[in-house]
């Protein structure tokens, strides 16, 4: 097995221990200032970002929120949330950052590029290009591709590719007593 898939096993088997999200949470926010569009069913959130959803935070410097224009006890119902600018979402165990990201609540994946960085468990930490969060398993995976959205790069920028285009990173390593594991299940 070459390198780059086993390193892209390893990141997926310690994401998946992961508790699953509650992506049917309410979603709070603040921001420095909200801009209402209605008629396009959206809002641009602006300045210190700050999503929170149950255990799950999300932070960035501009966010757009789509909705789908229906109303359930007064409330917009949320589809997609697009944020950009020093992006940074932290989960129980676990802190994602990168340039841009796409929270799609139906799909319930978030999908983080522009120079992403995974921290787990305070010393496991894993840099590509690009990082798909799925919140119902927990699973993450990463790769060192520059992602591309369906008409060229994301807007408001380019997005560049981990450098060579390859995923990096360091894992922790148990500590040992006389050389023996610490580990009871040798």
């Known amino acids: 097995m ?3 898939a086993l390193l892209l096993l390893l990141v997926a088997g310690t994401a998946h221990a992961q508790t699953r999200h509650d992506s ?3 979603i709070d926010f603040g921001a420095n200032q909200i801009q209402l569009q209605d008629k396009a069913n959206r809002a641009v959130l602006t300045g210190n970002v700050a999503v929170k959803q149950a255990e799950m935070t999300l932070n960035a410097q501009r966010m ?16 997609r949330l697009d944020a950009a600018g020093g992006v940074v979402v932290r989960r129980p165990n676990q802190v994602a950052k990168s340039q841009y990201a796409v929270y799609d609540l139906n799909r319930r994946i978030i999908t983080m590029i522009g120079g992403v960085s995974l921290e787990q468990g305070g010393s496991n930490t894993v840099n590509g290009g690009r990082l798909t969060l799925n919140l119902d398993t927990g699973r993450a995976v990463i790769d060192g591709s520059a992602a591309r959205a369906a008409n060229g790069p994301v807007s408001g920028g380019t997005v560049t590719s981990a450098p060579s285009g390859r995923v990096s990173g ?4 148990p500590k040992r007593a006389n050389g023996a594991s610490t580990d009871s299940k040798n």
């Open 2 to 4: 070459n390198r780059p």
């Open 24 to 26: 049917t949470a309410p």
């Open 64 to 79: 757009t929120v789509a909705y789908t224009g229906q109303v359930v006890d007064g409330n917009p119902q949320v589809s």
């Open 170 to 173: 360091t894992f922790s390593v």
